[in-house]
Antibody
């Protein structure tokens, strides 16, 4: 059974950093791209970042480029999102999602985690 | 403002057929497959339609997708109360070199 379990969400102040993790199980982790998608309270889905199966190719939304870094450890079946210089507008539930292909250039995600809440506020 | 445009709301009565549109551009929908997600209140999104018009196993055939040019549509026939949810379209955008979602459509079953 495929499982994705996010962790690391917290309340932080503007300008601070936070690292999210997503523990994956139930599938061959390195064979699939992974992505982060966020949802601000009461708002729609916003794609944040994606990474190919080998971890060598990454993609970012303009809103987070230069501040967020996506990475993966295929030996530990873990996806991460390092978030620096956090802003109030980064407040959201962050979901990790598994793609159905190894390429990160895909919006077809067949499994999603339950999400972890990041709140940026002073 | 989302790169893909969806109506914010839609509604229908049980048994009816409803359609949700998703408008994009040549670099998004015009160049890449569209996927649709259903999000029930308080839950993670669920893949509903992939590759413009394919249903994952377990998704009822009441749900169907189509695409023409730079627009896509999700149709739900035989509307049921459990279909009340938010629906999102998504596609890769070659110009942005990133994924884009529609703003979402809240479906109400009257």
């Amino acid at each position: 059974e495929v499982q994705l379990l996010e962790s690391g969400g917290d309340l932080v102040q503007p300008g601070e950093s936070l690292r999210l993790s997503c523990a994956a199980s139930g599938f061959t982790f390195s064979s699939y791209a992974m992505s982060w998608v966020r949802q601000a309270p009461g708002k729609g889905l916003e794609w944040v970042s994606a990474i190919g199966g080998s971890g060598d190719i990454t993609y970012y939304a303009e809103s987070v480029k230069g501040r967020f870094t996506i990475s993966r450890d295929n030996s530990k079946n873990t996806l991460s999102l390092q978030m620096n210089s956090l802003r109030a507008e980064d407040t959201a539930v962050y979901y990790c999602a598994k793609a159905t292909v190894v390429s990160g250039r895909s919006t077809r995600s067949d499994y999603w985690g339950q999400g972890t809440l990041v709140t940026v506020s002073s | 403002q989302s790169v893909l445009t969806q109506p914010p709301s839609a509604s229908g009565t049980p048994g009816q057929r409803v359609t949700i549109s998703c408008s994009g551009s040549r670099s998004s929908i015009g160049a890449n497959h569209v996927n649709w997600y259903q999000q029930l209140p308080g839950t993670a999104p669920k893949l509903l339609i992939y590759g413009d018009n394919q249903r994952p196993s377990g998704v009822p055939d009441r749900f169907s997708g189509s695409k023409s040019g730079t627009s896509a549509s999700l149709a739900i026939s035989g509307l049921q109360s459990e279909d009340e949810a938010d629906y999102y379209c998504a596609a890769w955008d070659d110009s942005l070199n990133g994924a884009v979602f529609g703003g979402g459509t809240q479906l109400t079953v009257l």
